[in-house]
């Protein structure tokens, strides 16, 4: 099956310096998985595990201390690779003074789209999200959760074939949070590939294929849906306990 | 070539949107228009030269707002963009890094001209409001060919401004911070050719004379663009100057804007 | 990676621009104003200093005029020159007349207006024309092409020598220029009622009654005409017929 994403041994290591003493902290070790063509790929961890870290590598927000990413067998930074994502942040941040349409604009140019795809997506988007009747407001106005649709709607804007969504239900009420998960199930049905980090392991064994669970930087185990699928609460018990088992402090 | 110039247009345009719309930007302007006509009072505390003084407070108001516009949208683009994190939404897509430095320039600088553009219109009208001193303070040079020309040295200076506020923004803490980063430049950029002078004639060769020189040599040289000080003084400077000062602003702006983009382009988010 | 690449080479070409311009502009600026040490001290030096860091120097000069008009304009006896009544600028001695006129020359030594009214208040009203031939020296040594300093100079010489006739010749040059100060169109216009010259005394005194900037001044010229007409028949005559 061809892979979207290749991680290979990735480690990052911050590095601060402050009054001539430099401390270091590490973000990932040795990190290796792979996410497939058309699958859901949940990333699973407690806070500070690393699960923002080797998203934000991917993206080229960070740069690695060692290994390797490949997005669509292409090592990152890749042009043609980063037009073929979209993103969404844990809480997406925008141009308070500009409305959906003019950001969307933006982030359709940015992502290269001719100007009438841009207005023919733009309007498409607000809908699939909802926000059709927001679209000329300015968005200092929007409450957490119009602006969470807001951040789905630019990262569907360019008809990404690979979604990497951080925390993608923050912020949405349990009618939202449904929303959402659907939203996901009708992309991977017609064909978008998913990579998700989330603390919701509810939603991860609605959605997820495949999680990869994180703790301390280290990916230390990969499950298949074959493992908690018909036993709702299961993933949950399988996270606990390979928490336990690797040591980590719960 | 042509995508990368789209890309930088697109966020020079919300980066002018963005300025425009923000109530600070208003305040600045606001002010600025306050201390131009505020100049008609201080004209008529110069009977005879009245008109000299609104020309010469509303050329150094045009500057000096022209530098808080620079900082303060330099500052509230790129540190608030950076620390509000809007700015993973761009990095994130198909657009390099230098890319966002360029396009964010460009409409810093598109916002500081606007600006600068609306108080020399109120200056303008400030000036003529008295025709007949106007006339008389007109007599013997052409305003309407030298007029201009102050301005577009006048926005030199500022393109180097906004190459240095937007560099400084982009590892300053706080606003404060790359004002007093920024704002040191402009003094010592005019400040440095008579320095320079000063030294020559008064230091006797030696290390600190060589750092002192050199350092004059460095910074932006703001005397070059400082027509508004220079242009009534006979046989000043001809179009070649002229040609090569703003040739000189290009450079140094493109400088800053370099360092600016080798500097963004390992920093991380 | 590229992009860094390429910002690095941008980097170099553009240190070279810079480089290669600045040497060419600074060998084509001449210094020409005075620098920071040839500032006058006085209680406003700090304003001087801070002006001139923000490269203001004749925004710096202006408001150094502003302030000479202040101290000139209030008169050592107590009162100001618009308090609804004439007032004598030859009152009062203003010492530090010549200093403060010294300061705005040293601003920006291409404001001349300032210094040729500092000088004729100084030659023609105050009685001091060695203070006013220093202020008019140093002027044509900064501005060594404006030639009204060599005028008002000669005037001021040909006036101690009693050359009167010499005076008046190049008086009536020296008004002919929009910025001569309105005190010597007024000393001329004396010089030429005393040589009975009284039409060419009404129409000068005119022009400074509909032209001269200060109230005090047109005041002045007001005064000078009425004490014409009432000077002798042929006087008020002269005046008459020079009235629109």
């Known amino acids: 099956m061809e892979t979207v994403l290749q991680v290979n041994q990735l480690s990052k290591t911050y590095k601060r310096s402050h009054l001539g003493r430099t401390k270091t ?122 602006l969470q649709r807001i951040g789905l709607a630019q990262a569907l804007l360019h008809d990404p074939e690979f979604l990497i969504l951080d925390e993608p239900v923050t912020g949405l009420d349990p009618l939202g949070i449904r929303q959402s998960r659907e939203l996901v199930l009708e992309l991977n049905r017609a064909g978008k590939t998913v990579l998700f980090s989330s603390h919701s392991i509810s939603e991860l064994e609605k959605l997820a294929h495949r999680v990869g669970i994180l703790s301390e930087g280290r990916l230390i185990r990969l499950l298949d849906e074959s493992e908690w699928r018909d036993r709702p609460g299961h993933l949950e018990e399988l996270f606990i306990e390979t928490l336990e088992q690797s040591g980590a402090t719960l | 070539m042509i995508q990368p110039a789209i890309q930088a247009l697109a966020i020079a345009r919300t980066t002018v949107i963005e300025q425009i719309r923000n109530r600070l930007y208003l305040v600045i302007l606001f002010f ?192 070059y663009f400082n027509f508004r000080d220079t242009y009534a003084i006979p046989h000043f400077a001809g179009f070649e100057f002229i040609g090569t000062a703003l040739f000189y602003g290009l450079g140094y702006a493109g400088f800053f804007l370099a360092l600016s983009t080798v500097w963004f382009s390992r920093k991380e988010f | 990676m590229t992009g860094r690449r390429g910002a690095l080479a941008a980097l170099v070409v553009c240190a070279a621009v810079v480089f290669w311009t600045n040497r060419r502009l600074s060998a084509a600026l001449p210094w020409r104003y005075p620098v920071l040490t040839d500032l006058v001290m006085t209680e406003n030096y700090a304003g001087d200093l801070g002006a001139l860091l923000l490269g203001a120097h004749r925004l710096a000069a202006d408001i150094a005029y502003i302030q000479l008009l202040q101290y000139y304009g209030v008169s050592e006896h107590g009162h100001s020159h618009d308090d609804g009544g004439f007032h004598d600028i030859s009152e009062g001695k203003y010492p530090e007349l010549k200093t403060l006129s010294t300061r705005i020359m040293r601003l920006d030594p ?22 006013a031939m220093l202020l008019l020296q140093e002027g044509i040594q900064r501005d060594p092409q404006f030639f009204r300093y060599h005028l008002y100079l000669t005037a001021i010489l040909f006036r101690e020598k009693g050359n009167d006739a010499g005076l008046i010749e190049l008086l009536l040059q020296a008004i002919k220029t929009p910025d001569c ?50 000077e002798s028949r042929e006087a008020a005559e002269a005046v008459r017929s020079v009235f629109p």
């Not at chain 2, 030269?49 to 949208?73: M, N, P, S």
């Not at chain 2, 994130?92 to 500081?112: D, H, K, N």
């Not at chain 2, 506020?165 to 400040?191: C, D, N, Y």
């Not at chain 2, 320079?196 to 040599?217: M, N, Q, W």
């Open chain 3, 181 to 230: 100060p309105p005190l010597f169109e007024l000393m001329l216009g004396n010089l030429l009622r005393q040589a009975g010259r009284f039409e060419d005394a009404a129409r000068v005194y005119l022009h400074t009654f509909y032209t001269a900037p200060q109230e005090s001044d047109r005041k002045d010229a007001e005064r000078r005409l009425r004490s014409l007409i009432l």
């Open chain 1, 25 to 146: 902290s590490r973000g990932v070790v040795d990190l290796t998985f792979e996410v497939r063509k058309g699958e859901v790929f949940g990333l699973l961890g407690l806070n500070g595990s690393g699960k923002t870290t080797t998203l934000k590598i991917i993206l080229g927000l960070l740069f690695p201390t060692k290994g390797d990413v490949k997005l669509f067998g292409k090592p990152i930074p890749h042009h043609d690779a980063q037009r073929r994502i979209g993103y969404l942040p844990e809480v997406p941040y925008f141009y308070r003074n500009l409305t959906p349409k003019e950001v969307l604009r933006l982030y359709g140019t940015l992502s290269e789209m001719e100007p009438r795809r841009i207005r023919e997506r733009t309007e498409e988007v607000l809908k699939i999200v909802k926000m059709e009747r927001a679209a000329d407001k300015p968005m200092r106005e929007f409450s957490k959760g119009m």
């Open chain 3, 110 to 131: 291409f404001f001349n207006g300032p210094i040729l009214e500092s000088a004729g208040a100084l030659a023609f009203n105050q009685d001091r024309p060695d203070e």
């Open chain 2, 32 to 223: 600025g228009g306050g201390i131009l006509l505020a100049s008609l009072l201080l004209g008529a505390l110069a009977p005879g030269h009245k008109v000299r003084v609104i020309f010469d407070l509303g050329l150094v108001t045009l500057e000096i707002f022209g530098l808080v516009t620079a900082v303060f949208g330099a500052v509230s683009l790129v540190l608030d963009e950076t620390e509000s994190k809007t700015i993973y939404l761009i990095l994130t897509r198909p657009v390099s890094r230098a890319t966002y430095i360029i396009g964010r320039f460009l409409g810093l600088v598109t916002a500081v001209l606007f600006t600068m553009a609306a108080m020399s219109v109120l200056h303008f009208i400030a000036m003529v409001y008295d025709y007949q001193w106007f006339k008389e303070f007109t007599y013997g040079w052409s305003f309407h060919s030298v007029y201009p020309l102050l301005l577009v040295m006048a926005g030199g200076k500022m393109l180097i401004t906004a190459a240095i506020a937007l560099f400084f923004s982009l590892f300053a803490s706080s606003q404060v911070s790359a004002l007093v980063f920024t704002g040191s430049f402009w003094i010592a950029g005019h400040f440095g050719s008579e320095l320079r002078f000063l030294i020559d004639r008064t230091v006797e060769g030696g290390v600190a004379k060589s750092i002192v020189l050199a350092a004059a040599s460095i910074l932006p040289n703001f005397q």
